[in-house]
């Protein structure tokens, strides 16, 4: 559609009809999504919807770099806990332990941190009683 809207045409009929002649040329047949139902039609309306569904899809954080890092640690303790092997649950400690303590030497922007390095040997403790067998 490179040709511009004659001065003399009305825009709802020139748009009309650059319309219905793509449709007719097949222009629209081979589009993703083509005789789907539009996703999220039923949610309530968001003026920012396409804001957050392009960060969801290049998952991008939204939060603020201290918060960010709460939840990361929230989630290393959770994988932590859950590794299979006392090696595994010790790098994962070991990886957050050292990003809570870079932002503990150099405060990023936000609210305040509110952390400190986990103790492995609490961790360990945790994961061993969830685990129930006692085995490392």
């Known amino acids: 559609m490179t040709e511009r809207k004659p001065r003399v045409s009305d825009f709802e009929s020139w748009a009309d009809r650059q319309i219905r002649e793509a449709e007719e040329r097949g222009d629209f047949r081979d589009l993703p999504g083509f005789g789907k139902p539009l996703a999220g039609v039923d949610r309530p309306y968001d003026a920012d919807w396409w804001i957050k569904e392009k960060m969801?899809?290049?998952k991008i954080s939204f939060l603020p770099p201290t918060?960010?890092?709460r939840k990361e640690a929230e989630d290393a303790l959770t994988a932590a806990v859950a590794a299979r092997t006392e090696e595994e649950a010790r790098r994962i400690v070991h990886e957050i332990?050292?990003?809570i303590a870079a932002s503990l030497r150099r405060p990023p922007p936000g609210p305040p941190l509110g952390l400190v390095p986990f103790d492995i040997d609490d961790v360990l403790a945790a994961r061993q009683e969830k685990?129930?067998?006692g085995l490392s």
Do not use: F, T
């Open 56 to 58: 969801r899809r290049e």
């Open 67 to 69: 918060l960010a890092l």
């Open 97 to 99: 332990n050292d990003k």
């Open 131 to 133: 685990r129930g067998d």
